[in-house]
């Protein structure tokens, strides 16, 4: 024993000297000499840590533990795991509380203390957060060693505090990193992963269990329920993700938490929204008010707060009203007077609605946002209250799938609510499209009945399905079988009794209802269903006996109406009853709308009360009140009836609310509500028309014209005495017509009206506007006749409409626009009705201040009007324009005068006023408009007049822009500018703009603004027409010709301008001898000048244009008429003017008139003129005409008399013309070759030695005149020539490739070809073939090369080629005549092409003579 201490010493005097092999050999040889010597374990344990082998010294000092539980050997495994780290924190635990124990049971506290301090001060510092809790145990009550330790460690219910920390955030962690791993996998949906999370971690998770300690330990009761809110939630939440098999007792966990906050009264939304939604009590009235209340305070920012408190507020609430006090407010000493909770985030506050319609908003508000079922159930009461069953339909459909979902959710079964959900949408949907859902309605009341057959709801929902599908026998026999088992309800005896009254059994209906009234009385049942029963019984009592005496008696069935108010003040059926008794018995129109009104405020369902009261407000023309009736009608639901409905549409609420919506100018929904009304009532007249009429007036004509038609195909069916008058169709059909153009029609509809209300002054009007319209849209379309006599026909009708209708405003406008016609179409100014005007002047002529407006200015009276007298024929086209003039602008005084009350009529008054007075200025004389005159003075006032009356209009400001723009062009500027402004889009405003331009000689300026007047409208032509202007001015002819061109083509036929411009501008291109220029390019601008001369009959110089015209169309004998016309007028002209400028127009027409009778053959006369003008056009006489025009009109004057002379055989006269012309003209080529071939034709040999000599003089000038070489060749090939041939055919060569030969010459240079190869002495065959092939290659387009080929070769596809050749080149493509194309159908030898050569040109012989080859053949 001694050996071993002395042994023991030695190892410890080596552990001092750091001697470790030596102290654990030492304690090896003790140990193995005594197996159980604590002390040398320690000592080796020690030895070994010290060597860094703590795997063994670990055992060493577990040994000694083994051998005897002291403090230092477990001290020294504390030391030993805290060099270990955190991996044995474990161990370290188990070590720390077995060393804690020894020190409690040596009475050590603070040692113990201490040692459970630094251990969890390691495991906060070393370990991770789950070790940490581990640690935290160890101060737990549950801890051995926490008795001793009590007081001197936190206080448990921090501790749990912590762990509840951690675990919270850890588990929170953990759920969020699975989600995020397991979502990636491949068909993981998120739902189905955050379920599956959860109810991994929330199934395993101590939380639970953590916070439950916690909520016991805890001292600070907001720390309690703080924790018993978390833990109600964690529950809340594991139920949700616990499986289905095992949800049954996690929620009696749950709901038991839940109630125990709500007995408390703890404020937590949860916990009271799983106590009142779980309870599934089966009748609303079954929850707890107290509760509800209490819920309300608490929560008042919910939605079912919202919900409840609209639902306890209203009159079907079956809790008693909560009275709300108003507390007075105190403010404690120097407080503000503002209330803190004014300021965001201030105290929630309880809104409770005053008005049904407040209420209704706040529940809606909230039932939209929330799944509560109990919210549901009082809101589907609510919508079934106030029959709102579309809604109530979609809300029940929604309320069902959210009881299926927290079913689901919760494992709860919500039987009851079930059961009334299916109740809400069974009677919902045995009213909502009714009868389309009663097959779904039966099946959920079945189902109701088999959970609860003696639900009262469910059977008056069967009963009322066979009600509304009004088949009352089997409703009836249903709900007697339900009182067979309930025969007290009340409510179902009731119905019952009215289905026998609806049946007509009105006295057993009446005893029904008599029998259940005392019972009702006695026993309390809702006010709704007493009121019902009263009304109902009222309504037998009045069907029993229809008299009048009987209805009028206040006994009877009015006394029940009036009980039923009583009874239930809000009874919309009673006033309806009420106002029909008022208006038909008691004649109280005042109280019958009062009930009306009230019925209808009630209830939309009161169809009945809305017509009666919608017709009243009619006769008074209230037209608002109208359509808010109409509205609120259309807007139950109850107008259109659903599909497979026994029941009839109504139609007159909307039919109501489109006649509203026209009065409102409101057109695009009066034409919705009279469509409506229409699918409901196919048949209704009104409606239809006035369909028609909203169409019209919001431009929809042909939209119009059919529903007018409809009306009228309704007319000829029914009877006119249910229609009323049916004329007003045919005046709306007349509008139509006349906005759509269709005058004609339109005239011959306000005829037939007014022949039947002969004083409609509207009806009256609108014909004479129609006609003056549609003489204007003839002007425009060329139709001049056609509109003289529609302005003639609406002065004569003027005359016959009623004498009221000639003191308007629109009977004098269409008078003075009736007078415009004759003045546009001035050739027809002799068919003015001169005599109807007189008298239409007279008409109510008792103030002569009705003509006298600017009569100082512009001197206009009647006194030309009523002038008397015989006029010379030169004078009266002048006397009658000014009459016209006159006429218009009168007409026009006149409307300003009978429009003095009425400003804007007035300033269009004005406005027309003034372009009447430019019109007459206009039509003055050249000469007298260089100056202004009176009537443009007269004219700018009229204009400024309306601008003052009316300064927004822009048409005001361009008028007095136009009217300016030669007196004062910065006026003019200024007026233009500003209509501008007004409207930027006005074309024809820019195209003035570019006109002043020009006028000042801004040619920049002008471009812009015609550029944009095209931009605004590319269809107005006077932009183009400006353009072309401009054009000329920049000298590009081409390009003016086309813009004048363009702009003819758009133009209206009244439009002077472009009838002038275009065919002058095309004449100027005719004069550059233009190739392939054709006559149908002159057919338009004959026309146009034609269209002129209707116009403008006095315009002189442009009829003599279109006899040059007519001159290259071989229209002589118009030529002749007009020419003689001009030449008659000229010369009266000049024998009273002796003008200068008149001679020489007259010279000009003189020498025109010549050529006009030598092409009708009429030579004598030719003759004539031709001298008379060779002298006026003498150089002796004075200088009328510039030196080119006396040249040209001299050389065309001996031609034309050179011709006539040859062609009456004066042949030496003729020569010696020629002769004549060629000197005065220096030898013009074309006249050369005439005068050679009459030489020719004298058959002299100095005559024909002549010809030669002068056609080679023009060789000589000009090589490139192609008749002077093919003249020369003909006269080679005839004189047998050679050299003379050679150089002509030489000429000829390059003449051939030239592109100045027209079509016509190249035919005849290829024949002069063709006659020289047949007539050479070398001729094979060949040449004359090779020549026309030729012909072929270098003009394929032509046919004359085809069709010789054909003659010569007699193959078929030559001709066929020609064929087709020509029929390309015919117009519009090309200029071949008639005749080349009869010749081209001849050439195929064909019986139907030589028919149609005959159809096409039977003048022709090629025809002819190939239709009787071909026949012959």
């Given at each position: 024993?001694a050996?071993i201490k002395?042994?023991?010493?030695?190892?410890?005097d080596?552990i001092?000297?750091?001697?470790?092999d030596?102290?654990?050999?030492q304690?090896e040889n003790?140990?193995?000499?005594?197996?159980?010597n604590?002390?040398?374990?320690v000592?080796k344990?020690?030895?070994?840590?010290?060597k860094n082998q703590?795997?063994?010294?670990?055992?060493?000092y577990?040994?000694a533990?083994g051998?005897r539980s002291?403090?230092?050997?477990w001290?020294?495994?504390i030391?030993?795991?805290?060099?270990?780290g955190?991996k044995?924190l474990q161990?370290?635990?188990l070590?720390?509380?077995?060393?804690a124990?020894?020190?409690?049971?040596?009475n050590?506290?603070?040692k113990c203390?201490d040692?459970?301090?630094?251990f969890?001060?390691f495991?906060r510092?070393?370990?991770?957060?789950?070790?940490?809790?581990?640690?935290?145990?160890?101060?737990?009550?549950?801890?051995?060693?926490?008795p001793?330790l009590e007081?001197?460690?936190?206080?448990p219910?921090?501790?749990?505090e912590?762990?509840?920390?951690?675990?919270?955030?850890?588990e929170?962690k953990?759920?969020?990193?699975?989600i995020g791993?397991?979502?990636t996998r491949?068909?993981?949906k998120?739902?189905?992963?955050?379920?599956?999370v959860?109810?991994?971690?929330?199934?395993?998770s101590?939380?639970?269990?953590i916070?439950?300690?916690?909520?016991?330990?805890a001292q600070?009761?907001?720390?309690?329920?703080?924790?018993?809110?978390k833990?109600?939630?964690?529950?809340?939440?594991?139920l949700?993700?616990?499986?289905?098999?095992e949800?049954?007792?996690?929620?009696?966990?749950?709901?038991?938490l839940?109630e125990?906050?709500v007995?408390i009264?703890?404020?937590?939304?949860?916990a009271w929204?799983?106590?009142i939604?779980w309870?599934?009590q089966?009748?609303?009235?079954?929850?707890?008010v107290?509760?509800?209340?209490e819920?309300?305070?608490f929560?008042p920012?919910?939605?079912?707060?919202r919900?409840?408190t609209?639902f306890?507020?209203s009159?079907?609430s079956?809790?008693?009203k909560k009275?709300?006090?108003?507390?007075e407010?105190?403010h404690?000493p120097g407080?503000?007077?503002?209330?803190?909770?004014?300021?965001?985030?201030?105290a929630p506050?309880?809104v409770?609605?005053?008005?049904?319609?407040?209420r209704?908003?706040?529940m809606?508000?909230?039932?939209?946002?929330?799944?509560?079922?109990?919210a549901?159930r009082?809101m589907?009461e609510?919508?079934?209250?106030?029959e709102?069953?579309e809604s109530?339909?979609e809300?029940?459909r929604k309320?069902?799938?959210?009881?299926?979902?927290e079913?689901?959710?919760?494992g709860k079964?919500?039987?009851?609510?079930?059961q009334?959900?299916?109740?809400?949408?069974?009677t919902?949907?045995?009213?909502y499209?009714?009868p389309?859902?009663?097959?779904?309605?039966k099946?959920?009341f079945?189902k109701v009945?088999e959970?609860?057959p003696?639900?009262t709801?469910?059977?008056?929902?069967?009963?009322l399905?066979?009600?509304?599908?009004e088949d009352?026998?089997?409703?009836?026999?249903?709900l007697?079988q339900?009182?067979?088992?309930?025969?007290?309800n009340?409510?179902?005896?009731?119905?019952v009794?009215?289905?026998y009254a609806?049946?007509?059994?009105?006295?057993?209906?009446?005893a029904?209802l008599e029998?259940?009234l005392?019972s009702?009385?006695r026993?309390?049942?809702?006010?709704?269903?007493?009121a019902?029963?009263q009304?109902?019984?009222g309504?037998c009592?009045?069907?029993?006996?229809p008299?009048?005496?009987?209805?009028?008696d206040?006994n009877?069935?009015?006394a029940?109406?009036?009980d039923?108010l009583?009874s239930?003040?809000?009874?919309?059926?009673?006033?309806s009853?009420?106002?029909i008794?008022?208006?038909d018995?008691?004649k109280?129109?005042?109280?019958?709308?009062k009930?009306?009104?009230?019925?209808?405020?009630?209830?939309?369902a009161?169809?009945?009360?809305?017509?009666?009261?919608?017709?009243?407000?009619?006769?008074?023309?209230?037209w608002d009140?109208?359509?808010?009736v109409?509205?609120?009608?259309?807007?139950?639901g109850r107008?259109r009836?659903?599909?497979?409905?026994?029941?009839?549409?109504?139609?007159w609420?909307?039919?109501?609310?489109?006649?509203?919506?026209l009065?409102?100018?409101?057109?695009a929904?009066a034409?919705?509500?009279?469509q409506?009304?229409?699918?409901?009532?196919p048949e209704d007249?009104h409606?239809?028309v006035?369909?028609?009429?909203s169409?019209?007036?919001?431009?929809r004509?042909?939209a119009a014209t059919?529903?007018i038609q409809n009306?009228?195909k309704?007319?000829?069916?029914?009877d006119h005495?249910?229609?009323?008058d049916?004329?007003f169709?045919?005046?709306?059909?007349?509008?139509v017509?006349?906005?759509?153009?269709?005058?004609d029609e339109a005239?011959?509809?306000?005829?037939?009206?007014?022949?039947t209300?002969?004083e409609?002054?509207?009806?009256?009007?609108?014909?004479?506007?129609?006609m003056v319209e549609?003489?204007?849209?003839?002007?425009?379309?060329?139709?001049?006749?056609k509109?003289?006599?529609l302005?003639?026909?609406?002065l004569?009708?003027a005359?016959?409409?009623p004498?009221?209708?000639?003191?308007?405003f629109n009977?004098?406008k269409?008078?003075?626009?009736s007078?415009a016609i004759f003045?546009s179409?001035q050739g027809?100014?002799?068919?003015?009705?001169?005599?109807?005007l007189?008298?239409?002047?007279?008409?109510?002529d008792?103030?002569?201040?009705?003509?006298?407006?600017?009569?100082?200015?512009?001197?206009?009276?009647?006194?030309v009007?009523?002038?008397?007298?015989?006029?010379?024929d030169?004078e009266?086209?002048g006397?009658?324009l000014?009459?016209i003039?006159?006429?218009t602008?009168?007409?026009?005084?006149?409307?300003?005068?009978?429009s003095?009350?009425?400003t804007h009529?007035?300033a269009v008054a004005?406005?027309n006023l003034?372009?009447a007075?430019?019109?007459?200025?206009?039509?003055l004389?050249?000469?007298l408009?260089?100056?202004?005159?009176?009537y443009?003075?007269?004219?700018?006032?009229?204009f400024?007049?309306?601008?003052?009356?009316?300064?927004?209009?822009?048409?005001?400001w361009n008028?007095?822009g136009v009217?300016?723009?030669?007196?004062?062009?910065s006026?003019?500027?200024?007026a233009f500018v500003r209509?501008l402004?007004?409207?930027?889009r006005?074309?024809?405003?820019w195209?003035?703009l570019?006109?002043?331009?020009l006028?000042?000689?801004?040619i920049?300026l002008?471009?812009?603004?015609f550029t944009?007047?095209?931009?605004?409208?590319?269809?107005?032509?006077?932009a183009?027409l400006?353009?072309g202007f401009?054009a000329?001015?920049?000298g590009?002819?081409?390009e003016?010709r086309?813009l004048?061109?363009?702009?003819?083509?758009?133009?209206?036929?009244?439009?002077?301008?472009?009838?002038?411009?275009?065919?002058t501008?095309?004449?100027?291109?005719?004069?550059?001898?233009?190739p392939?220029?054709?006559?149908?390019?002159?057919?338009?601008?004959?026309?146009a000048?034609?269209?002129?001369?209707?116009?403008?009959?006095?315009?002189?110089?442009?009829q003599?244009?279109?006899?040059?015209?007519?001159?290259?169309?071989?229209?002589?004998?118009?030529a002749?008429?007009?020419?003689?016309?001009?030449?008659?007028?000229?010369?009266a002209?000049?024998?009273?003017?002796?003008?200068?400028?008149?001679?020489?127009?007259?010279?000009?027409?003189?020498t025109?008139?010549?050529?006009s009778?030598?092409?009708?053959?009429?030579?004598?006369a030719a003759?004539d003129?031709g001298?008379?003008?060779?002298q006026l056009?003498s150089?002796?006489?004075?200088?009328?005409?510039?030196?080119e025009?006396?040249?040209k009109?001299?050389l065309?004057?001996?031609?034309?008399?050179?011709?006539?002379?040859?062609?009456?055989?004066?042949?030496d006269?003729?020569?010696?013309?020629?002769?004549?012309?060629?000197?005065?003209?220096?030898?013009?080529p074309?006249a050369?070759?005439?005068?050679?071939?009459?030489?020719?034709a004298i058959?002299?040999?100095e005559?024909r030695?002549r010809a030669?000599?002068?056609?080679?003089e023009?060789?000589?000038?000009?090589?490139?005149h192609?008749q002077?070489?093919?003249?020369?060749?003909v006269?080679?090939?005839?004189?047998e020539d050679e050299e003379?041939?050679?150089?002509?055919?030489?000429?000829?060569q390059?003449?051939?490739t030239?592109?100045k030969?027209t079509?016509?010459?190249?035919?005849q240079i290829?024949?002069?070809?063709?006659?020289?190869?047949?007539l050479s002495?070398?001729?094979?065959?060949?040449?004359?073939?090779?020549?026309l092939?030729?012909?072929?290659m270098l003009?394929p387009?032509?046919?004359h090369g085809w069709?010789?080929v054909?003659?010569?070769?007699g193959?078929?596809?030559p001709?066929?080629?020609?064929?087709?050749v020509?029929?390309?080149a015919?117009p519009p493509?090309?200029?071949?005549?008639?005749?080349?194309l009869?010749d081209?159908?001849?050439?195929t030898?064909?019986?139907?092409?030589?028919q149609?050569?005959v159809?096409?040109?039977?003048?022709?012989?090629?025809?002819?003579?190939?239709?009787?080859?071909?026949v012959?053949s």
């Amino acid at each position: 024993m001694a050996s071993i201490k002395a042994s023991l010493k030695a190892i410890n005097d080596a552990i001092r000297q750091q001697k470790w092999d030596d102290a654990l050999a030492q304690a090896e040889n003790v140990i193995s000499r005594d197996p159980n010597n604590y002390q040398a374990y320690v000592f080796k344990a020690f030895a070994l840590d010290k060597k860094n082998q703590p795997e063994l010294a670990e055992a060493a000092y577990q040994t000694a533990v083994g051998i005897r539980s002291d403090a230092q050997a477990w001290q020294g495994l504390i030391k030993l795991y805290e060099k270990q780290g955190p991996k044995a924190l474990q161990k370290y635990q188990l070590a720390a509380l077995k060393l804690a124990e020894i020190f409690r049971d040596a009475n050590e506290m603070y040692k113990c203390q201490d040692v459970v301090d630094k251990f969890l001060d390691f495991a906060r510092s070393r370990g991770d957060r789950s070790q940490y809790i581990q640690a935290l145990r160890l101060i737990l009550p549950n801890s051995p060693i926490y008795p001793a330790l009590e007081g001197r460690v936190p206080h448990p219910a921090k501790t749990y505090e912590t762990i509840a920390q951690i675990l919270e955030v850890d588990e929170k962690k953990r759920i969020n990193t699975l989600i995020g791993e397991r979502r990636t996998r491949l068909g993981a949906k998120i739902g189905e992963v955050t379920i599956e999370v959860n109810r991994e971690v929330l199934c395993q998770s101590e939380l639970g269990d953590i916070y439950e300690q916690l909520i016991l330990w805890a001292q600070d009761d907001d720390v309690r329920r703080q924790y018993e809110e978390k833990l109600l939630q964690f529950r809340y939440d594991r139920l949700l993700v616990t499986p289905a098999p095992e949800k049954a007792a996690e929620l009696q966990v749950v709901q038991k938490l839940a109630e125990g906050m709500v007995i408390i009264k703890h404020p937590f939304k949860l916990a009271w929204d799983i106590a009142i939604e779980w309870q599934d009590q089966k009748e609303i009235k079954d929850w707890d008010v107290n509760v509800l209340n209490e819920y309300c305070s608490f929560f008042p920012d919910s939605d079912l707060y919202r919900v409840l408190t609209g639902f306890m507020t209203s009159d079907i609430s079956p809790f008693p009203k909560k009275v709300t006090e108003t507390p007075e407010a105190t403010h404690p000493p120097g407080s503000d007077d503002e209330s803190e909770d004014n300021e965001d985030g201030g105290a929630p506050t309880s809104v409770v609605p005053y008005t049904d319609e407040d209420r209704l908003l706040m529940m809606t508000e909230g039932i939209s946002t929330t799944n509560s079922l109990l919210a549901h159930r009082l809101m589907g009461e609510y919508y079934q209250h106030l029959e709102e069953h579309e809604s109530n339909v979609e809300l029940m459909r929604k309320a069902m799938k959210v009881v299926v979902a927290e079913t689901e959710k919760t494992g709860k079964v919500f039987t009851n609510a079930n059961q009334s959900f299916m109740l809400y949408l069974g009677t919902a949907l045995v009213f909502y499209q009714s009868p389309r859902n009663h097959g779904e309605a039966k099946f959920l009341f079945d189902k109701v009945l088999e959970v609860d057959p003696t639900s009262t709801s469910a059977m008056i929902g069967v009963g009322l399905i066979y009600e509304e599908e009004e088949d009352f026998d089997r409703a009836i026999e249903f709900l007697e079988q339900a009182l067979k088992g309930d025969s007290t309800n009340l409510r179902v005896r009731a119905e019952v009794g009215w289905l026998y009254a609806l049946k007509g059994d009105y006295a057993r209906g009446k005893a029904e209802l008599e029998a259940l009234l005392p019972s009702m009385k006695r026993v309390p049942v809702s006010k709704d269903l007493l009121a019902q029963t009263q009304h109902r019984l009222g309504c037998c009592i009045w069907n029993l006996d229809p008299s009048k005496s009987a209805r009028k008696d206040r006994n009877g069935a009015y006394a029940y109406f009036l009980d039923a108010l009583k009874s239930n003040f809000s009874y919309a059926p009673a006033y309806s009853s009420l106002g029909i008794y008022y208006e038909d018995y008691a004649k109280d129109k005042k109280r019958a709308r009062k009930c009306f009104l009230k019925a209808v405020e009630l209830s939309s369902a009161e169809i009945e009360s809305a017509e009666r009261l919608a017709r009243s407000f009619a006769d008074d023309g209230d037209w608002d009140r109208v359509e808010l009736v109409a509205q609120r009608v259309v807007e139950s639901g109850r107008v259109r009836p659903p599909p497979g409905s026994k029941k009839k549409g109504i139609s007159w609420p909307l039919s109501a609310l489109g006649v509203a919506e026209l009065n409102k100018q409101d057109y695009a929904k009066a034409i919705v509500s009279f469509q409506q009304a229409l699918r409901i009532t196919p048949e209704d007249y009104h409606s239809w028309v006035g369909l028609g009429e909203s169409y019209h007036n919001s431009g929809r004509y042909i939209a119009a014209t059919k529903a007018i038609q409809n009306a009228q195909k309704l007319e000829e069916r029914m009877d006119h005495n249910m229609l009323g008058d049916t004329w007003f169709t045919k005046y709306m059909l007349a509008n139509v017509r006349r906005e759509l153009g269709e005058f004609d029609e339109a005239i011959s509809l306000y005829r037939t009206v007014i022949s039947t209300r002969p004083e409609e002054e509207g009806v009256a009007i609108a014909l004479m506007q129609t006609m003056v319209e549609n003489a204007s849209d003839c002007v425009e379309k060329g139709i001049f006749g056609k509109a003289v006599e529609l302005a003639t026909d609406a002065l004569s009708f003027a005359l016959t409409v009623p004498i009221n209708v000639a003191n308007t405003f629109n009977f004098w406008k269409a008078i003075g626009d009736s007078c415009a016609i004759f003045s546009s179409v001035q050739g027809r100014i002799h068919d003015f009705p001169t005599t109807s005007l007189q008298q239409l002047l007279r008409l109510g002529d008792t103030d002569k201040s009705a003509y006298s407006v600017l009569g100082d200015i512009d001197g206009v009276g009647k006194e030309v009007i009523f002038a008397e007298g015989i006029f010379p024929d030169d004078e009266r086209l002048g006397v009658d324009l000014t009459r016209i003039l006159h006429a218009t602008i009168l007409a026009y005084k006149r409307a300003i005068y009978e429009s003095a009350n009425d400003t804007h009529a007035q300033a269009v008054a004005y406005y027309n006023l003034g372009w009447a007075e430019n019109r007459a200025h206009l039509c003055l004389p050249p000469q007298l408009r260089i100056q202004s005159s009176r009537y443009q003075k007269a004219a700018v006032r009229c204009f400024k007049r309306a601008i003052e009356l009316e300064a927004g209009n822009p048409e005001f400001w361009n008028s007095l822009g136009v009217v300016t723009s030669e007196i004062n062009p910065s006026v003019a500027q200024h007026a233009f500018v500003r209509s501008l402004f007004i409207n930027e889009r006005s074309a024809h405003v820019w195209s003035n703009l570019g006109a002043l331009a020009l006028l000042q000689n801004d040619i920049q300026l002008a471009n812009e603004a015609f550029t944009r007047a095209q931009s605004n409208d590319p269809d107005y032509a006077h932009a183009w027409l400006g353009q072309g202007f401009v054009a000329l001015l920049y000298g590009d002819p081409k390009e003016a010709r086309g813009l004048f061109t363009h702009a003819m083509d758009i133009s209206e036929s009244s439009s002077l301008l472009t009838r002038r411009q275009y065919p002058t501008s095309l004449f100027d291109h005719i004069l550059t001898n233009p190739p392939n220029l054709g006559v149908t390019s002159l057919i338009q601008p004959l026309f146009a000048l034609t269209q002129l001369r209707h116009l403008s009959p006095q315009d002189l110089a442009y009829q003599h244009l279109s006899t040059l015209y007519q001159e290259r169309t071989n229209d002589s004998s118009r030529a002749i008429d007009t020419l003689e016309e001009a030449c008659e007028r000229l010369e009266a002209n000049y024998e009273a003017t002796e003008s200068a400028d008149s001679l020489a127009r007259f010279a000009l027409a003189k020498t025109d008139l010549a050529r006009s009778y030598l092409a009708a053959g009429k030579y004598a006369a030719a003759t004539d003129c031709g001298e008379m003008a060779l002298q006026l056009s003498s150089d002796d006489s004075a200088n009328e005409l510039t030196a080119e025009q006396r040249r040209k009109a001299r050389l065309s004057a001996h031609l034309t008399v050179g011709l006539a002379e040859y062609f009456s055989k004066n042949v030496d006269a003729a020569v010696s013309y020629f002769e004549a012309a060629l000197g005065e003209s220096d030898g013009n080529p074309d006249a050369v070759c005439v005068l050679a071939q009459i030489l020719w034709a004298i058959g002299t040999d100095e005559a024909r030695e002549r010809a030669r000599t002068i056609l080679f003089e023009v060789i000589e000038q000009d090589p490139s005149h192609v008749q002077s070489v093919l003249l020369l060749g003909v006269v080679a090939l005839l004189d047998e020539d050679e050299e003379s041939l050679d150089a002509v055919v030489s000429e000829l060569q390059t003449l051939r490739t030239s592109d100045k030969a027209t079509d016509t010459e190249h035919s005849q240079i290829g024949e002069i070809f063709r006659a020289v190869a047949a007539l050479s002495e070398d001729d094979t065959g060949n040449d004359v073939l090779g020549q026309l092939q030729n012909d072929v290659m270098l003009y394929p387009h032509l046919p004359h090369g085809w069709s010789r080929v054909a003659e010569l070769t007699g193959e078929e596809y030559p001709a066929d080629m020609a064929l087709k050749v020509a029929l390309k080149a015919i117009p519009p493509r090309g200029e071949l005549g008639a005749v080349d194309l009869a010749d081209a159908y001849a050439g195929t030898s064909k019986v139907a092409d030589a028919q149609t050569a005959v159809f096409i040109a039977p003048w022709s012989t090629s025809g002819w003579e190939s239709l009787g080859n071909a026949v012959a053949s």
